[in-house]
């Protein structure tokens, strides 16, 4: 192997490594181990490192219900097994949005299958995960500027107050985290959260990303929560709302970093959403 990979760990046997994307969160590398198995490292960087963390131990909690399996960690390395190379992106480029959101709800309800192992005590609770909308929406109000930061962070605080369906959450779940392979389809890179389950699909009206056609679409979000209000057995205003102060959070968090145009980008989602809910 090229000596500008990290030192695996010896016991975990990998025989060849090939990086295959640098995250913010990690450098992700496809490993051979002992026997010719394939599976994936992520480095982890030292930026988030709490957060990976917390998404390894949500991982290491499920124990491949419903998502990747966690197969070995180090402080800043986990061995994961390999889920497959076709994402629910390029499902829904071949076979088209409605079923990839299909296959999102279906996979939605595999990893939040009920487990008789307490969850981990890291999980993130929804108010600390809601601070960054929190903290601009607070510095919007001392400079006088309404808008929809202010206005998601009083409907976060109002959702979070009447939280129903608490559990462990994915918490980043969009089309290139659902992967498909020889167990079906999985759940990777879960930022371990727990809170109401009606959070766990909010990020999905915002992917992808780049199709504006798709997650602009106020036919499409409507489409969208209905599936996932009848998922969850939950009402589609609340499907809504999650789905609005998420888009809203997204959006200030890019703030945070400087980002203006991904800040404008989740600004229009979250507008649609808006748009959608009024009329709901």
Same mark, same amino acid.
């Given at each position: 192997?090229?000596?500008?990979?990290?030192?695996?760990?010896?016991?975990?046997?990998?025989?060849?490594?090939?990086?295959?994307?640098?995250?913010?969160?990690?450098?992700?590398?496809?490993?051979?181990?002992?026997?010719?198995?394939?599976?994936?490292?992520?480095?982890?960087?030292?930026?988030?490192?709490?957060?990976?963390?917390?998404?390894?131990?949500?991982?290491?909690?499920?124990?491949?219900?419903?998502?990747?399996?966690?197969?070995?960690?180090?402080?800043?390395?986990?061995?994961?097994?390999?889920?497959?190379?076709?994402?629910?992106?390029?499902?829904?480029?071949?076979?088209?949005?409605?079923?990839?959101?299909?296959?999102?709800?279906?996979?939605?309800?595999?990893?939040?299958?009920?487990?008789?192992?307490?969850?981990?005590?890291?999980?993130?609770?929804?108010?600390?995960?809601?601070?960054?909308?929190?903290?601009?929406?607070?510095?919007?109000?001392?400079?006088?500027?309404? *808008?929809?930061? +202010? =206005?998601?962070? $009083?409907?976060?605080? !109002?959702?979070? #107050?009447?939280? /129903?369906?608490?559990?462990?959450?994915?918490?980043?779940?969009?089309?290139?985290?659902?992967?498909?392979?020889?167990?079906?389809?999985?759940?990777?890179?879960?930022?371990?959260?727990?809170?109401?389950?009606?959070?766990?699909?909010?990020?999905?009206?915002?992917?992808?990303?780049?199709?504006?056609?798709?997650?602009?679409?106020?036919?499409?979000?409507?489409?969208?929560?209905?599936?996932?209000?009848?998922?969850?057995?939950?009402?589609?205003?609340?499907?809504?709302?999650?789905?609005?102060?998420?888009?809203?959070?997204?959006?200030?968090?890019?703030?945070? *970093?400087?980002? +203006? =145009?991904?800040? $404008?980008?989740?600004? !229009?989602?979250? #507008?649609?959403? /808006?748009?959608?809910?009024?009329?709901?």
């Amino acid at each position: 192997m090229s000596s500008s990979l990290p030192p695996f760990p010896a016991e975990w046997r990998i025989e060849n490594a090939e990086p295959i994307a640098d995250t913010v969160a990690g450098s992700v590398y496809d490993v051979t181990l002992a026997g010719g198995v394939s599976a994936i490292v992520k480095h982890l960087k030292p930026k988030v490192l709490e957060d990976s963390q917390r998404g390894a131990d949500f991982l290491a909690w499920r124990d491949g219900v419903g998502c990747v399996r966690l197969l070995a960690r180090t402080g800043t390395m986990l061995l994961m097994e390999h889920a497959g190379r076709i994402t629910l992106r390029d499902h829904l480029e071949a076979q088209g949005d409605a079923d990839a959101t299909r296959i999102a709800a279906e996979a939605l309800l595999a990893y939040h299958r009920p487990s008789e192992t307490p969850p981990p005590a890291s999980l993130q609770p929804l108010p600390r995960y809601f601070a960054s909308l929190f903290d601009k929406a607070e510095r919007d109000r001392r400079e006088g500027l309404p *808008g929809p930061f +202010t =206005e998601a962070a $009083d409907m976060a605080e !109002a959702l979070i #107050a009447d939280q /129903r369906d608490i559990k462990p959450l994915h918490g980043d779940l969009h089309h290139e985290n659902i992967v498909y392979g020889p167990r079906g389809w999985l759940i990777i890179d879960p930022a371990g959260l727990i809170g109401d389950a009606a959070l766990d699909v909010a990020n999905m009206f915002s992917n992808p990303l780049d199709r504006f056609d798709l997650n602009r679409s106020e036919e499409r979000i409507a489409a969208m929560a209905g599936v996932f209000a009848e998922t969850l057995q939950r009402d589609v205003r609340t499907i809504l709302r999650y789905a609005f102060a998420y888009g809203c959070l997204s959006a200030a968090w890019h703030d945070e *970093g400087g980002d +203006t =145009e991904e800040c $404008d980008n989740e600004l !229009a989602v979250a #507008a649609a959403i /808006r748009n959608v809910l009024r009329q709901v």
